[in-house]
Every structure is written in structure tokens, then in C-alpha cells.
């Protein structure tokens, strides 16, 4: 059965940081891809970083240099260690696989960034 549970979140100053978890149902961890995505509403939900099976990673330009996602695979688990944060960087939070495979998603875990 697919489970994906995240947390972490919080509230947190600008210039602040913070380190996300998802942890995954074997199933999926071991064989995929993973990715953080996050939504803010009204828009649409975005890959903001991924790692692949063998740790080779991808950020989107917005958190290049700030974020940094890693993987520990003995625990089924996927990090998003965000430092340097800014108030457009709250939203509510999601892992999931990369590429999607299915309409599952967690229940995501919110980060307020305020100025």
C-alpha cells in the first residue's frame, strides 16, 4: 500500500532553516525517484527538488544554492534541508515520486516563512 508521510514543517523566520522528512512506503522509495513539491493555493503544485535512485539531484532555479535534498535509504526516508528561507518559499509541502505514477499524495506539511 502506498504511504507517503511528511513532516517538519513550521513557522519560520526570513533567513531561517529547516529540515523537511517524508517518509516513505518501501515499495515506492526503493524503486523510484523522489521528489519534494510544494503548493501554495490558487496555483498549481511544483517540483521544487528531486534525487534520483543513485542520489543525483535537480532543484528548480527559485531554490538553487539554498535547498538540498538527500535520501537515506536503509530508513525509506527523503530530506529537504532548506536554509536561507524567504517568505515565497511558504507553502504546504509534498514528497512524491519522480516522474508521478499515481494520484496519491500525503497529507504535506505546511512552512510558513514570515518577514
Known amino acids: 500500500q502506498v504511504q507517503l508521510v511528511e513532516s517538519g514543517g513550521g513557522l519560520v523566520q526570513a533567513g531561517g532553516s529547516l529540515t523537511l522528512s517524508c517518509a516513505a512506503s518501501?515499495?515506492?522509495?526503493?524503486?523510484?525517484?523522489m521528489g519534494w513539491y510544494r503548493q501554495v493555493p490558487g496555483k498549481q503544485r511544483e517540483l521544487v527538488a528531486e534525487i534520483t535512485r543513485r542520489g543525483n539531484t535537480n532543484y528548480v532555479d527559485s531554490v538553487k544554492g539554498r535547498f538540498t535534498i538527500s535520501r537515506d535509504n536503509a530508513k525509506n526516508t527523503v530530506y529537504l534541508r532548506m536554509n536561507s528561507l524567504k517568505p515565497e518559499d511558504t507553502a504546504v509541502y509534498y514528497c512524491?515520486?519522480?516522474?508521478?505514477?499515481?494520484?496519491?499524495w500525503g497529507q504535506g506539511t505546511q512552512l510558513t516563512v514570515s518577514s
Open positions: 512524491n515520486t519522480v516522474p508521478l505514477y499515481s494520484s496519491y
Open positions: 518501501g515499495s515506492i522509495f526503493s524503486l523510484n525517484g
